[in-house]
């Protein structure tokens, strides 16, 4: 109960601090933006320390934050396995076949108005369909490894990618396009000079929209069939062996690979499009 009481204050101070933090007018922004986070988080993880090992929860329903890291330092090599078959083959393949052909076919849509007619209305019917019954259809067509789980990541990822980078080819008003042409320029010129700078930022937004579905995509895709690895299957396992610490090992993996790629994604659109205003400070 010591515990408890000891993270309950620790929290608060931490939460107060923060605040503090976050609202003086002399903060460092960008210093403000890792600490703020890494300090509540790292107090949130003392409190949920705090709050099982004081109320006595048992670990099959919720485990303490050091059965988990020892469960996560003593199964490496299963959660490094589970790593390549759901990130690596999985969801890193279907990401960039999704978001590939999703970008081609956004500019021959961008292009043809019957295609923009036809098809975009197909792809919203498309994306609102449940991924838990398409994913069962796509193992049963590709297969219980790996491919079945990309083709399942390439639903979910390519009609978000489609709709924004349409809308990022539209951004361009009619006086830019009539610029355009006074200089002489063609279609290809106008769209690589032109158009597909200031779309962008709509690129890169369904491209950060789809790293988060391709992840969430190959982990439900395993519960519907996978060989004896991978996240989701062991996710599913662990949950009816009642291995609650490694289910929420392979958790943290997915939110760490999760977070990085969103991470990596943002930082090349701050490369990229660095005169856009929301880039600006």
């Known amino acids: 109960m010591t515990l408890l009481i000891f993270s309950v204050v620790i929290w608060c101070a ?3 601090m923060n605040r503090q933090i976050a609202n003086s007018p002399d903060r460092d922004d960008r210093a403000a933006r890792i600490f703020v986070p890494v300090v509540l988080g790292g107090a949130t993880l003392f409190l949920w320390e705090g709050l099982v090992t004081g109320l006595g929860v048992s670990p099959v329903i919720l485990p303490a934050p050091s059965d988990i890291a020892a469960t996560f330092a003593a199964s490496t ?5 589970d790593f390549v078959q759901t ?8 990401y960039v076949i999704g978001c590939t052909a999703a970008f081609v076919i956004a500019v021959l849509i961008d292009r043809s108005s019957f295609l ?7 792809g919203n019917f498309v994306a609102a369909l449940p991924i838990v019954g398409i994913a069962p259809i796509l193992v049963s067509w590709f297969g219980f490894d790996w ?19 349409v809308q990022g080819l539209r951004e361009t008003d009619a006086m830019q396009r009539d610029l355009m042409r006074t200089y002489a320029a063609g279609y290809l010129q106008t769209l690589v000079k032109l158009r597909l700078p200031a779309a962008m ?19 439900v895709a395993e519960y519907f069939g996978s060989p ?8 599913s396992t662990g949950v009816g062996s009642l291995s609650i610490d490694l289910v929420w090992a392979e958790i943290a993996v997915a939110a760490i690979v999760g977070t990085l790629l969103y991470g990596g994604v943002s930082w090349i659109e701050k490369v990229v499009t660095f005169w856009h205003p929301s880039q600006r400070r």
């Open 228 to 235: 004896t690895r991978g996240m989701g299957f062991r996710i």
């Open 87 to 94: 990130v690596l083959k999985g969801a890193l393949t279907g």
């Open 14 to 16: 931490v939460w107060a």
């Open 147 to 165: 491919q079945s789980k990309a083709a399942v990541v390439v639903v979910m990822v390519f009609f978000p990618m489609l709709v924004n980078t």
């Open 201 to 219: 930022p709509f690129v890169f937004n369904g491209l950060k929209i789809a790293s988060t579905l391709a992840l969430i995509g190959a982990i």
């Open 77 to 81: 090599a299963i959660l490094w396995e």
């Open 116 to 122: 923009t007619r036809g098809l975009l209305p197909i």
